[in-house]
């Protein structure tokens, strides 16, 4: 079979054909890799083939470059650099050649191509002409295709390409891409696809928007292009727009006075939707903008400096002509919208709610008249927007000017929820769902409760959007009035849920007793009833022993059906329900603490039978040994009869290694059964440590998961105390090498991870330090005590350190100083730089504030 033929048949309708050709083009890429591109590439070349076959050439030529994996990509780039420079000087030409073919779809493919090779080869300082070949193409030829497609070859480089790399050429990159932007280029194709090239390279041009006469250039074609006779390219215009916005806020107050207000405020009036919701979207970017910078400017007034970048304010200067045309957006909803599609009255209201936290106060009398003069209306999409209005402000006015409006509001909306029009009772429980989140201070429980709640109870027999969204507001009724178990269970008797609780629970009981999960109801409903055993009062506990009855029972069907399960839809729709299962059984467990007694040789029996019957599933065995987790938690020493049964379920999942969540998940569990079991756990301590160790060794092991396993030395060592000498050494040497670690302060995710690492060892030190405190074995510490000292002087003098490292820091210095009260770390513990930061520091949160004094103290002593 040749190679049209072959490539023909992966596009064949049927499947044998089509997965049998699939199947003989990976052969032959694994075979013989430099002869399988090179029949791709004059494939796609080739003119007297047919479209569709080129087409399918030039897309296996890209999958053979590009790969969303990261490890898979590495693969592929290392295989074309492998590759001889004859066949690559091949390929490129003829990839290059194909751009100007004369079908447009075989241009388009082949930029895709070329692109490709281009992310492989521009990072290795390879095929440095590229550029200035793609450049030539544009500005020099008269063949509108291949301007075309080159456009479309460059705004893909753009995409894939880091910023850095092209940096050095984005005047030229800039100069090109302008140049077919114009109002004067003829062809609309060819400003296309220049504007979506444009929207490509805003990242790396941020020099040349530096330059305020470049910058002017730029901000004039793209404006003109919003006027473009084409659709396409005035939705393409407004796309950069939104994105300049997002990276050059501080830029722009010049070009909104005298042209973006007017443009962006028309493009939404547009009557193609495509071009009013890319219009909306950018003054959502301006609010989303505006919100950020005004957190910024708190910071900075707390720590008494100026904020590196000033608000322009620029939402409230436009709200008087924005709004009015959000509102009139907000009633052009569809009949029969699907949720899931994004259209202009949803962007609307999304705009009104961050432009709500943009402008804060001002935003409350500038939508009150509309909506006192649409909630009542006849028609359906007015009342439905002004219900969608008020709900979308709740977040950003102050409560004070907000509450009157709500609890006049109340009454009518408790009353809406019987409304004739689906739409209208979905934003109504919506609303509903917002107050209880954001405003509870306003519902008066002797008032409003019944009502209220009955209205919601009543919604969860309605449509599947409806039940989500009373579902959530029930939650957020228990998460706002309900107690918090940590804090306050004992003085907390009874509460104004209390005697609603049996009612709402059995009727979520009833929502979830279903197989369908239509807009997410089911699972909202058993996340409802989660929040209503976390939050419960003392008076309502037999509610939730209930509870946990009915779903262990449920647990038990489950796991009796696991042989009628068939297509994978089943198999989804099983693992979600024991997942909701496990949700609720952690929130019980955790809000009875060891009240779950009685039910704990139940829960184990059938969380063991569910983790043998989960296989690889790993969200399921996630939600599974976090149960586990909860309920060693709950019963301390108690839980040992469990230990035999559950470990050989646990040392699989820690040698999981390429499963991150589950690996964490696991070591997270060793820590629960160090803390649960105490000195009892030091039996288990080699085992655990030994499998520890070895994973930090693993070379496929996500790093975050190795800073979990420090913290979870700092478990075991707490547990244990003087046991965990056998481990001291290897552990000390480990969390030293780990201490050492410095970020590159340019790679934000590399700083990001070394302050999560640091935390991580703080936890480490913190339990073995404390373990060894007041015993005859604390002297053990005493040639580990500089390396600690290095770490807490490191992390106390970086800027950016977080209010959780600040804390541990001091209480790991206090502990230190309390190991050794007799002065065996006098003349360490009298360091300047220990002086210095033990003096008090203003704008230091209370709680770190506290540590800091108690580690004063500490010190005092020892050095005294």
């Known amino acids: 079979m040749n190679a049209s033929e072959l490539l023909a048949n992966t596009l064949s309708p049927d499947t044998n054909t089509r997965e049998n050709a699939t199947q003989q083009l990976e052969n032959a890429s694994r075979e013989n890799y430099p002869a399988y591109m090179v029949m791709l590439s004059s494939e ?41 420079n004859e066949s690559k000087t091949k390929i490129k030409q003829e990839s290059l050649m194909s751009l100007a073919s004369p079908q447009p779809r075989a241009g388009a493919v082949a930029a895709q191509v070329v692109a490709a090779i281009a992310s492989v080869e521009l990072p290795h300082d390879q095929w ?53 932007a114009r109002k004067e280029e003829p062809s609309s194709e060819v400003q296309l696809a220049a504007v979506h090239a444009l929207f490509n390279s805003l990242e790396f041009v941020r020099d040349n928007f530096e330059r305020e006469g470049e910058r002017n250039y730029i901000m004039q074609v793209v404006c003109e292009a919003t006027q473009n006779p084409s659709v396409s390219v005035q939705v393409g215009a407004f796309e950069c727009l939104v994105k300049i916005m997002a990276l050059y806020y501080d830029k722009m107050a010049f070009y909104m006075e005298q042209a973006l207000f007017g443009l962006t405020v028309m493009g939404m009036k547009h009557n193609d939707e495509r071009v009013a919701l890319q219009a909306v979207e950018f003054w959502t970017t301006v609010c989303e903008e505006e919100i950020e910078l005004a957190h910024e400017a708190r910071e900075a007034a707390d720590y008494g400096e100026p904020p590196e970048i000033e608000s322009k304010f620029f939402a409230k200067v436009a709200l008087p002509e924005v709004i009015p045309v959000l509102l009139t957006l907000l009633t052009r909803q569809e009949d029969d919208a699907d949720e899931d599609e994004w259209n202009v009255s949803m962007a609307a209201g999304t705009c009104l709610s961050f432009l709500a936290q943009a402008v804060t106060d001002a935003i409350v009398p500038a939508v009150i008249p509309f909506i006192e003069a649409h909630i009542k209306s006849q028609d359906w999409h007015q009342r439905e927007a002004a219900i969608m209005t008020f709900g979308s402000i709740l977040d950003g006015p102050d409560p004070l000017q907000l509450t009157p409006l709500v609890n006049q509001a109340l009454p009518l909306l408790i009353d809406m929820m019987n409304d004739s029009n689906i739409h209208v009772k979905d934003t109504t429980a919506w609303t509903l769902g917002r107050i209880c989140d954001l405003l509870i201070v306003t519902i008066k429980p002797d008032v409003h409760l019944h009502p209220l709640i009955s209205a919601l109870v009543n919604g969860l027999q309605d449509n599947p959007r409806i039940v989500t969204n009373c579902c959530w507001a029930l ?23 209390s ?27 058993y996340e409802a009833i989660t929040s209503y055993a976390t939050h419960a009062t003392n008076d309502v506990i037999p509610v939730v ?29 099983w693992n979600e329900l024991q997942s909701n299962l496990c949700s609720v059984v952690i929130s019980v467990i955790r809000r009875l603490n060891d009240g779950i007694q009685p039910m704990a040789d139940r829960i184990m029996t059938l969380i063991l039978q569910l983790i043998q019957a989960a296989g690889k599933t790993s969200t399921v065995l996630e939600d599974a ?11 301390e020493q108690r839980f040992s009869p469990y230990m035999q049964a559950f470990l050989p379920f646990l040392y699989p999942a820690l040698k999981a290694h390429e499963d991150t969540q589950l690996c964490m998940v696991a ?40 800073i979990s396993i420090l913290s979870c030395f700092g478990d075991i060592a707490l547990a244990i105390g003087v046991a965990f000498e056998p481990y001291l050494d290897t552990t000390m040497g480990v969390l030293r090498q780990a201490g050492a670690v410095q970020p590159n302060p340019l790679d934000f995710d590399l700083v990001d991870y070394v302050a999560q690492l640091r935390e991580g060892i703080l936890e480490a030190y913190t339990g073995i330090v404390t373990g060894l405190k007041n015993t005859d074995k604390v002297t053990l510490l005493l040639p580990h005590s500089p390396a600690i000292l290095e770490l807490i002087q490191r992390c106390l003098g970086d800027d950016d350190r977080s209010e959780s490292v600040i804390k541990l820091s001091f209480g790991l210095l206090g502990d230190l100083a309390d190991s050794f009260p007799n002065g065996q770390l006098k003349q360490s513990l009298l360091s300047e730089w220990i002086a210095s930061e033990l003096r008090s520091k203003r704008g230091m949160p209370p709680d770190a504030k506290k540590t800091m004094r108690w580690a004063r103290e500490m010190v005092k002593r020892a050095t005294a």
């Not at 008269?142 to 479309?152: A, G, H, R």
């Open 545 to 573: 022993q209930n509870t946990v009855v009915t779903i262990l029972v449920r647990m038990e069907q489950l796991l009796g059906m696991q042989n009628q399960i068939l297509g994978i839809d089943d198999r989804n729709n």
């Open 128 to 180: 440095p002409e590229l550029v200035e070949l793609l450049l030539g193409f544009v500005n020099n030829s008269d063949n509108t295709n291949l301007k075309i497609s080159t456009l479309q070859a460059i705004g893909f480089i753009c995409e894939s390409i880091k910023p850095e790399i092209l940096a050095v050429r984005s005047n030229e990159i800039l100069t090109a891409v302008i140049h077919g």
């Open 475 to 497: 939650m957020n009724l228990a998460d706002q009035l309900g107690i918090y178990p940590e804090d306050e269970a004992e003085a907390a008797p009874t509460g104004a849920l």
């Open 625 to 635: 040994f976090l149960v586990v987790g909860s309920l060693a938690s709950a019963l």
């Open 44 to 84: 796609l070349a080739n003119e007297n083939s047919q479209l569709h076959v080129r087409n399918a050439a030039g897309l296996a030529l890209k999958n053979a470059l590009s790969a969303r994996e990261t490890a898979r990509q590495n693969d592929y780039a290392n295989r074309w650099l492998a590759l001889d």
């Open 667 to 706: 070591v997270g569990i060793i820590g629960d059964i160090s803390r649960a079991l105490g000195d009892q756990s030091a039996q288990y301590a080699s085992a655990f440590m030994s499998v520890l160790f070895e994973n930090l060794q693993s070379d496929v092991l996500n790093r975050n998961v190795k």
């Open 499 to 525: 005697p609603y609780y049996d009612g709402v629970v059995n009727a979520l009981l009833r929502v979830t007793d279903t197989t369908t999960n239509e807009s997410n109801f089911r699972t909202s409903a």
